[in-house]
């Protein structure tokens, strides 16, 4: 990804596209350009250049700090994302390496591979140069250093170079490896990742290509200058006469659970019947490590190589058998098995702490649990825009303390001030005409909803002032009131404005609320 600091800034920035700006680092001596737009690269600004000396040539550019870090952590959250490309990724500064071995032909082979990783970059706004080779090293080199974007693609019968890419054709394994020796060849030393000093000495002795390294015989290159095993050892790294593995990002893998069948079923039932076995497995590796279901998906895999993937939700973490097959049924026995499934697994994609406790000794249950199998099956049904629940919110305003928010969506805790509010609130208040004894004074009787309502009792009033941050300048104080009426119904009503207060003239009265 070679433009993955500039590209994460551009998502947030308020600068014009067309604006010559650069990312700054410090450096030993003063700022360093980190990145640059293309605006400020076609007035010579270049990263790893001093600040001081891209602006004695265009005093036009605009520094802004650069957030390294960020980039760092951006590129960890890629690598695993990446993994539905491939099961063992590896952060490589500011690229990933992946290990496709045997992953090609789910994508189509290496070009569908290709493609799917391209595209998949651009839809996250971010530019990345793909190559696959037979060795990390070679993928490395031809990604960086390769004029256009080419791209080895091993199939063991030879390599055909192309102006974009390198297909395969039927050739012997020699020929294959002169050919790719062959696009190594021009690419420059750096390629070979080598520190600076041994990349100016060998520009010094005339090595400025790898492939006049690949042509000096290895004895004669140790004896010339020191240094030289690294060389060798770089040039066997990209070569592959010394291996390389991948260290995969660390993560800790989801709870699965695996079925192969010994042979393919083509019976719609399959599915349904491979959950019997297959959710107590799962359930037993939850319950080693204390954990709750959340998310589940079932995939099961047919024998012409493609997937069929079932997923469900829960609104709370669960490893109950029973309610995790009564969610999953239906969806399993909607699986399409085509040619025949072969295989089935089930992972827990997303998990929470879930430790074994006991509700009470002596009373009856809370209940929780037997909501959140209802909001489960209530959302299998209708599907989880449909099925929603109320949201405490961060307001002091009524209308705003609260909101509606997904059934499976995870509440997130609001400490509210203790104050009195209706059980009922109004979708919109409702305008009422209120008589008082004077005009600040406290109400006597309101009309709603053209009955005549007498008050009894009246507490308040309880002020609350617009926030200031959202509403304009014009918006008015409200005085809320609890009120009950003769007949002894009690409801919250409120005035809107002052007199006096210069935003408008005499102040409304509303209904907002009914306590219950």
Known sequence: MPHLAI???????????????VLTVEGAHGLIIHAVTKAAATRGARPGARLTDARALDPALVAVLGDPQGDSAMVERLAHWAGRWSPLVEVDGDGLRLDVTGVAHLFGGEQGLIGDVCKSFAALGLTARVAIAPTAAAAWALSHFARQPLTVTPTG????????????????DMDASLRWHDVLKP?????LRLDPDTIRTLERLGLKTVGALIDVPRLALARRFRGAENVID???????????PLTAAPADPPPRALLKLEEPATHPEAASQALDRLIPTLVRKLERRRLGARRLSLTGYRVDGSIA????????PSREPKHLLRLLADKAAALNPEFGFDAFALIADWTEELGTAQESLVEEPSGTRELARLVDRLTMKLGPKRVRRPQAEKSHLPERAS???????KPHPIELSPVIRPQRMLDRPEAIDVIYATPEGMPRRFIWRRAVHD?????????????????PSTARLCDYYRV?????????????????DGRGGVPNWFMHGLFG
Do not use: F, Q
């Open 309 to 316: 993937v079932a997923g469900v939700a829960t609104s709370i």
């Open 187 to 191: 690419l420059h030393v750096s390629a």
């Open 484 to 500: 009950e009426d003769t007949s002894g119904r009690r409801v919250w009503i409120y005035r809107e404005g002052v007199i006096g």
């Open 455 to 471: 008050i009894a009792r009246v507490a308040g009033p309880e002020r609350i002032a617009p926030e200031w941050w959202r509403e």
């Open 157 to 172: 019968a030879g390599v055909h170079v192309s102006a974009n890419h390198l297909t395969s054709e039927h050739s012997t």
């Open 7 to 21: 590209e994460r800034w551009a998502k947030t920035a308020d600068y014009s596209p067309d604006a010559p700006v």
């Open 403 to 409: 909101e509606w928010i997904s059934a499976l969506a």
């Open 234 to 244: 770089a040039l066997d790294r990209m070569l592959g006469r010394k291996p390389e």
